[in-house]
């Protein structure tokens, strides 16, 4: 069984100071895992995803994310917040035979002027 | 590439009647279609998986005759949501899975933009 858990409905950050979106996972077998951005009345966008490369993942508008096994976790960082940035952020885990993605609650980012 | 459309993004309907969601993989073959119900500022819901030209799989807890789902090609899936009424109203999301894809693809979905239904 899979699940993910993140963790604050909503963020509130400046413009230029630094965001954390948190997330952890629970996972019988090795997990992919997803970051995802929606817009209002939009899609998902993919902001990047860990495929058991690299620990350290880095996506699209300088968005990164560090897989902690030990910690069960996959927090979203970005240095310096934009306003165009403020958006829906869905954390996602898959990987096994069914090819579904369990999200996360989702975390709503606000940026500060 | 590896883009899926929806159609139509709006729909306001009465209640009682269907209404039909299309998705759509423009550029690649989808052997795996998804649909998700998102309702206001909340997660996506999986609703059931489609894989072409067999029946779809609903999650526990979605009615299957209410929203019935064909995927008779590896481009297009639809849902059809039948005899509509006020609590559907909702944000449906479709996904696709490349048909080349395999675990190897990391189970990486593709997303339309998302319809929204409103049931009068």
């Known amino acids: 069984a899979q699940s993910v858990t993140q963790l604050g409905s909503h963020v509130s950050v400046s413009e230029g100071a630094l965001v954390l979106l948190r997330c952890n996972y629970s996972?019988?077998?090795?997990?992919?895992l997803f970051w995802y951005v929606q817009y209002p009345n939009q899609g998902l966008q993919l902001l990047l995803k860990?495929?058991?490369?690299?620990?350290l993942v880095k996506g699209i508008n300088g968005f990164e994310a560090e897989f902690k096994k030990s910690e069960t976790s996959f927090h979203l960082t970005k240095p310096s917040a934009h306003m165009s940035d403020a958006a829906e952020y869905f954390c996602a885990v898959g990987g096994d035979s069914s090819y579904k993605l369990i999200f996360g609650s989702g975390t709503r980012l606000l940026v500060r002027p | 590439g590896a883009v899926v459309s929806q159609h139509p993004s709006w729909v306001i309907c009465k209640s009682g009647t269907s209404v039909k969601i299309e998705c759509r993989s423009l550029d690649f073959q989808a052997t795996t279609m998804f649909w998700y119900r998102q309702f206001p500022k909340q997660s996506l819901m999986l609703m059931a998986t489609?894989?072409?030209?067999?029946?779809?799989?609903?999650e526990q807890g979605v009615e299957k005759d209410k929203f019935l789902i064909n995927h008779a090609s590896l481009t297009l899936s639809t849902l059809t949501v039948t005899s509509a009424h006020p609590e559907d109203s909702s944000f449906y999301i479709c996904?696709?899975?490349?048909?080349?894809?395999?675990?190897?693809?990391?189970?990486?979905?593709?997303f339309g933009p998302g319809t929204r239904l409103t049931v009068l």
């Open positions: 996904s696709a899975r490349d048909w080349e894809g395999s675990r190897s693809s990391y189970n990486e979905q593709f």
């Open positions: 860990y495929t058991s490369a690299a620990t």
């Open positions: 489609s894989n072409e030209g067999s029946k779809a799989t609903y």
């Open positions: 996972s019988s077998v090795p997990p992919y």
